[in-house]
């Protein structure tokens, strides 16, 4: 047991306390707390359990993680009808949530798993579901703007991360200058979207599969006021799981039309938002390879490192599709990045 583990426990007592009028009677059993899942963050999560009463702790140091977004944002989320944990107790000082139970099995455990053809639309479906109506409660002003100069941050992740420290190559001349001419492609799409309420990790990985209902969404702390396409870009092109590029396209037009029907502000053909969502992708696989370096090099965890070829797959596809993108082909091609 560790030094964080050891104040959590301390803790633990007075937070099942203040939670117990909206827990009910507890089971008369000893309760335990066994870890439950790490994060690509300082964060981490344990499940306590006592009878049949389950719950999730969350361990955010906070001298790493600043956890009062999570329980703003929880709140958003929960008043727009989407389905999140609930926050039973929170000490912000030390860093320690109480956390409702979501279940044990992701969306991308179930796909792992294996799962038939109807019931993945089912899940995505749903996923959808709680995509728009997060959507259509956005506010202007109510969270951080997902602005250019956020963008450009997370773009630089690229050329400091993937390129100069993992591929050992630090960028020249001319690709200083194809690397600019792509920034500025991709904000001047990214910028042009309709501005709402955006996860940033809408993922399988994030989506718990429900028993029934809609899906409890997870790791929402981060969430910004930015581009219409990036949530739905993040679930359907998958950090950890790949579709053919033929059915990411088919739930893509789906969410662009369900999306316009209850009325967020899309383009008026499907051609304008298949542009839309491969640039906005470029700028997330980007950030995502500088992001899985970083945590390999300066965090000591290297297995995210191990999904790069997707990344290249997703980077690949979208030069090949949008011809504007030779910027980045040319770059790839002579860093020897191929899928």
Not at 191 to 204: I, L, P, Q
Request: net charge negative; hydrophobic share 45%; glycine share 4%.
């Amino acid at each position: 047991m560790d030094a964080r583990e050891a104040q959590l426990r301390q803790w633990l007592p007075a937070a099942i306390a203040q939670a117990a009028p909206e827990l009910g009677p507890l089971a008369a059993a000893e309760p335990s707390l066994s870890a439950a899942s790490a994060d690509a963050s300082a964060r981490r999560y344990f499940r306590w359990q006592q009878g049949n009463l389950s719950l999730i702790v969350m361990d955010a140091p906070p001298e790493h993680e600043d956890s009062e977004p999570f329980v703003r944002i929880a709140g958003l989320m929960a008043d727009a009808g989407v389905r999140v944990p609930r926050v039973y107790a929170s000490d912000l000082q030390q860093g320690f949530l109480l956390l409702e139970d979501m279940g044990q099995r992701t969306f991308l455990e179930q796909i792992q798993a294996g799962i038939d053809s109807i019931r993945l639309d089912q899940l995505f479906d749903a996923a959808v579901d709680s995509l728009i109506r997060w959507q259509l409660a956005s506010q202007p002003q109510v969270l951080p703007p997902y602005d250019s100069a956020v963008l450009q941050r997370e773009l630089a992740l690229f050329p400091d991360w993937y390129a100069a420290r993992h591929l050992q190559h630090s960028f020249n001349e001319v690709d200083r200058a194809d690397w600019a001419e792509l920034c500025q492609l991709l904000l001047a799409s990214i910028n042009a979207e309709a501005r709402v309420y955006v996860h940033r990790d809408y993922m399988a990985r994030n989506l718990m599969v429900p028993v029934s209902g809609a899906p409890a969404v997870l790791d929402f702390q981060d969430a910004l006021c930015g581009p219409a396409s990036y949530d739905a870009t993040s679930l359907f092109a998958d950090a950890f799981f790949s579709w053919p590029e033929p059915r990411r396209d088919a739930w893509m037009h789906s969410y662009w039309q369900r999306a316009r029907d209850a009325g967020i502000e899309l383009p008026a053909e499907y051609a304008g938002f298949q542009r839309q969502y491969r640039l906005m992708g470029v700028q997330r696989h980007l950030k995502v390879l500088g992001i899985f370096a970083r945590i390999r090099y300066r965090d000591g965890k290297p297995h995210y490192l191990e999904d790069a070829p997707r990344f290249l797959a997703y980077l690949q596809s979208a030069c090949q599709a949008e011809p504007d993108l030779a910027p980045l082909q040319r770059l790839l091609t002579r860093l020897e990045l191929t899928a």
